[in-house]
């Protein structure tokens, strides 16, 4: 089954613009991939990158992990996962769209983590107010 | 086996082969689960999928606490096999009888979990069986197993049932008490 049978167009269309305007106002942005709760790629920037899919599969289950380990630490609403390393940082955030998807963004170390928090939330809040529901 | 140890078991297998299922019905505790909607009805029609793992655990009379993990049954979460399967005791290796990726199935796991866990004694429990070609698939899977030089118990199994999942959860822990009599 391709992507384009398992999401609506729409979703991928508007999803794929979004990724596009926040990559170009954050230049240390390297990639950003919407990812559905089972780990499929419903957009990303740039696109058709051959690493982007596996990236999706992999930050739904670094965000389901997150989410589990939240519910087991007594907390709730479970926003963002955030791993820095001495390169960059990658960024998960989960949104409230349904079905479920999540964002991940992957950054160069130039950019101040708090801004890239706070870009990012801002994304995830355009994306969560414009997909069809 | 000495008392108060841990175990780790890996439960591994196709999307919708049961491994979840499986995890629930013996574990002690309600287990951790990362099941999300699948989008993949193609493959397999079912609501949710897990992403991640499920992690249940038994505590066992002489205190050992068994650890019991499930991967996510898709190749695309291969990368969790791989974390899934480190340091893991032993394997379970669950198979849907009713597809008709059975064996195909059998060979790509068996192969996978050879080879993420070399050492360890695998089981195969295979699900959604018919009474009619039971054995025959059974000896298919032995088989199956052979052609890559591996070998295995092979159980007919309904994966709901407390007492047929907690039949290969023994199954492994004598295979690892009978490895550790050998190394005495």
């Known amino acids: ?133 | 086996m000495s008392a108060t140890q841990e175990l780790k078991i890996v439960f591994t297998g196709p999307m919708g082969a049961g491994k979840t299922t499986a995890i629930t019905s013996v574990s002690d505790i309600a287990p951790i689960s990362t099941e999300m909607r699948n989008h993949d009805q193609e493959s397999f029609a079912k609501e949710a999928t897990t992403v991640a793992l499920d992690l249940g655990h038994i505590g066992l009379e002489d205190g050992t606490v068994v650890r019991l993990y499930g991967t996510p049954g898709q190749d695309r979460f291969s990368f969790m096999w791989e974390i899934i399967g480190r340091g893991s005791m032993g394997v379970i290796l669950l198979i849907d009888g009713s597809s008709v990726n059975a064996l195909p199935d059998l060979r790509t796991y068996a192969a996978a979990f050879a080879r993420i866990a070399p050492e360890q004694p695998f089981i195969v429990g295979v699900g959604r069986t018919r009474a009619d070609d039971d054995v025959e698939l059974l000896d298919a899977c032995a088989q199956a197993l052979a052609s890559l030089q591996l070998s295995a118990p092979i159980f007919s199994v309904d994966v709901r049932k407390r007492e047929d999942v907690l039949l290969l959860i023994d199954t492994l822990l004598a295979s690892l008490e009978l490895r550790e009599l050998d190394q005495v």
């Open chain 1, 1 to 133: 089954m391709s992507t384009n049978q398992r999401f609506d167009p729409e979703v991928m269309r508007t999803g794929a613009r979004h990724l596009q305007a926040f990559a170009t106002a954050n230049p240390d942005v390297t990639l950003a991939v919407l990812t559905s709760g089972d780990g499929f790629e419903v957009a990303s920037y740039p696109p058709n990158l051959p690493m982007t899919a596996r990236i999706a599969a992999m930050s739904s289950s670094m965000q389901a992990l997150s989410e589990a380990l939240t519910r087991e630490a007594g907390l709730v609403e479970n926003r963002n996962l955030i791993i820095e390393t001495g390169s960059g940082t990658v960024m998960i955030l989960g949104l409230a769209t349904t079905p479920r998807l999540s964002l991940a963004i992957v950054a160069k170390s130039g950019e101040l983590l708090g801004k890239l928090l706070w870009a990012s939330r801002n994304l995830g809040t355009k994306l969560e107010g414009s997909l069809p529901k």
